[in-house]
């Protein structure tokens, strides 16, 4: 059974910085891409940053030269470095990950999700 455990988040103020981990429990299978959403109150969930197995990123424009993603295969954890945050960027912070067991189909994991609050 594969389990995103999340940690990182907290209240922070606007320009500063947090980092978010998601660390992906359990063996036998791999992890295709990784990423974080989020979802502010009243809006639906948004994808924020992706990165495959290979390292290759892609982010939200509202996060561009702010947030990095990265990722361990070795310990099968996804960061997310966020700078200079916004109140904007006010919301529950959820890990994906794409599992691919040995036999079967590629599924979507979710962690239970982080909140992140921006606010002087």
């Known amino acids: 059974q594969v389990q995103l455990v999340e940690s990182g988040g907290g209240l922070v103020q606007p320009g500063g910085s947090l980092r978010l981990s998601c660390a992906a429990s359990?063996?036998?299978?791999?992890?295709?891409?990784m990423g974080w959403y989020r979802q502010a109150p009243g809006k639906q969930r948004e994808l924020v940053a992706a990165?495959?197995?290979?390292?290759?990123?892609m982010y939200a424009d509202s996060v561009k030269g702010r947030f990095t993603i990265s990722r361990d295969n070795a310990k099968n954890t996804v960061y997310l470095q966020m700078n200079s945050l916004k109140p904007e960027d006010t919301a529950v912070y959820y890990c994906n990950a794409e599992i691919q067991p040995p036999l079967g189909p590629e599924t979507d994991y979710w962690g239970q999700g982080t909140q992140v609050t921006v606010s002087s």
């Open positions: 359990g063996s036998g299978f791999n992890i295709n891409a």
């Open positions: 990165i495959t197995s290979g390292g290759s990123t």
